[in-house]
């Protein structure tokens, strides 16, 4: 079964720094997706990044990136530029490749992340 | 632009009571989801239901029923509520066909079992 972990239960970060968050997974697969999910105080599930693990180039989005390493079974997260607003949980997630319905996400415990105006 | 809407947002119940959940998603997706959010143990699949007429069992079933009525709805219901089942509840939509979608998910309704 594929497990994510998230090692570190909170992390801060000063307004307009660098952030990395961690995120391991395991899994026998070869093919899958990665996800980097946000959720504010406001409670909404906020998708800010995804990765496919066929894809060797790591995804980027703005201010966000993702360090893909396959073979060490890691996907952190980079937020550079810190706003007050990045403040919030964010939680990795993988998911099996395929198109059915029946491929379930698996959430990690998330890290939560302070910024420090 | 409705997304995924769940009701209701907070409710209160007494151990023993009864009570659905609601969701509907207005993108036409196949794939629904429930989950249950517990401080310090992420999102925790409950249910699920790969396209209309089929459900199946996630990581945490035990207390809980599902419904998927129709494409657009997908219930959740709790037959005798218990005060473990004090949580916030996720429900999440996904288009299938498409490798590399994201599931949407709704604003979360957040449920005190006393």
């Known amino acids: 079964a594929q497990t994510v972990t998230q090692s570190q239960p909170e992390m801060s970060v000063q307004e307009a720094e660098t952030v990395t968050l961690s995120c391991t997974y395991d899994?026998?697969?070869?093919?899958?997706?990665l996800f980097w999910y946000k959720q504010p105080p406001s409670r909404q599930m906020i998708l800010v990044i995804r990765?496919?693990?066929?894809?060797?180039q790591n995804a980027t989005e703005n201010r966000f990136s993702v360090n893909f390493q396959k073979a060490a079974k890691s996907f952190s997260l980079k937020i550079s530029d810190s706003q007050l607003g990045d403040a919030a949980m964010y939680f990795c997630?993988?998911?099996?490749?395929?198109?059915?319905?029946?491929?379930?996400?698996?959430f990690g415990t998330g890290t939560r992340l302070k910024v420090l105006a | 632009n409705a997304g995924v809407t769940q009701t209701p947002k907070f409710q209160v119940l007494k151990t023993g009571q009864s009570m659905t959940l609601q969701c509907a998603q207005d993108?036409?997706?196949?794939?629904m989801y429930w989950y249950r959010q517990d401080p310090g143990m992420g999102l925790r699949l409950i249910y699920y239901?790969?396209?209309?007429?089929?459900?199946d069992k996630g990581e945490v079933p035990n207390g809980y029923n599902v419904s998927r009525l129709n494409k657009r709805e997908f219930s959740l219901r709790l037959e005798s509520a218990a005060p473990s089942q004090t949580s916030v509840y996720f429900c999440?939509?996904?288009?299938?066909?498409?490798?590399?979608?994201?599931?949407?998910f709704g604003d979360g309704t957040r449920l005190s079992i006393l």
């Open positions: 997630a993988y998911r099996s490749a395929g198109t059915s319905g029946t491929y379930k996400y698996i």
């Open positions: 239901s790969a396209s209309e007429g089929t459900t």
């Open positions: 990765q496919e693990a066929y894809k060797q």
């Open positions: 899994t026998s697969e070869s093919d899958y997706y």
């Open positions: 993108m036409n997706h196949n794939s």
């Open positions: 999440a939509s996904r288009t299938t066909g498409v490798n590399n979608q994201p599931q949407h």
